[in-house]
């Protein structure tokens, strides 16, 4: 069996920027080992700013605001408010930190295009950490973390517009109907079709953001004709998709 991606079909949903600053409005920082040049360690928020956990003694070597998404991002509200990275022995990660740190700090013709994909893999080795960690926190990291929920939560994200059923994702995931069930709701807080259908609104306000027809839209996240999308968009957001493609086209 071919290995599958955890993180792929999700982050290729969300664009990523990376705005260097001074740290005390940043959420990113590369703080300076025992040398004081040669970057140490990674500090990163995914909700706020680190400038609490920076201390006198810390020397910032580079420092930004990362945007990803915002609140559309499930995976931002399941990480830990504050991460903290050892660069160490990483020779990857020290290569990385260290090119951000030279754009960031000596902008030239394309740096903002390279701070961004940059920061793409600095974020994708974090979650790759995070996953290879495990976590006790209850969200999508939670569901990813674990083999066998993972499975039926990646076949979502690729496949959101599919008339899934819970026995389907139990089947993927190698696990009854009711040890799914249960284990779902204990590690990612909500049912699997509850995700799916959060998912599937995330996807669709991008769509009508981006000004897509309602009826395509629709089409391609499995809702039987454009009311339907448009009535579980208003209870989701508290707007229509009408008005939000509306505004995308003016």
């Known amino acids: 069996m071919p290995r599958y991606d955890r993180l792929s079909a999700l982050l290729s949903r969300f ?11 940043s959420n990113l920082a590369i703080l300076a080992g025992a040398d004081g040049n040669v970057p140490g360690r990674i500090v990163f928020s995914p909700t706020h700013s680190i400038a609490a956990s920076i201390t006198g003694n810390d020397t910032v070597l580079f420092s930004a605001q990362v945007a990803w998404g915002g609140s559309f991002n499930p995976l931002l509200s399941t990480l830990p408010s504050l991460i903290e990275i050892e660069i160490c022995e990483d020779s990857e990660l020290l290569h990385i930190t260290r090119l951000l740190q030279i754009e960031g700090n000596k902008p030239r013709c394309g740096s903002g295009t390279i701070l961004d994909r940059l920061g793409e893999v600095l974020m994708v080795r974090l979650l790759r950490s995070q996953l290879e960690t495990g976590t006790t ?16 939560i990646v076949a ?5 517009g599919r008339h899934w059923r819970n026995e389907d994702l139990a089947g ?4 009854s109907l009711s040890r799914f069930s249960e284990l779902f709701a204990a590690r990612v807080g909500e049912t699997p079709i509850a995700y799916l259908r959060r998912w599937r609104m995330v996807l669709a306000h991008q769509d009508a953001e981006r000004g897509d027809r ?3 839209i629709a089409r391609r996240y499995g809702y039987r004709s454009g009311e339907a ?22």
């Open 137 to 152: 926190r209850t969200g999508l990291l939670g569901g990813l973390s674990d083999p066998r929920l993972s499975r039926a």
């Open 229 to 250: 999308l448009s009535r579980a968009f208003r209870r989701e957001f508290a707007t229509s998709a009408v008005s939000l493609r509306r505004g995308a086209q003016d």
């Open 172 to 175: 993927i995931a190698g696990l």
């Open 214 to 216: 309602i009826q395509t």
């Open 156 to 160: 979502m994200h690729e496949a959101p």
């Open 15 to 25: 664009e990523l920027s990376v705005t260097p600053g001074s740290h005390g409005s």
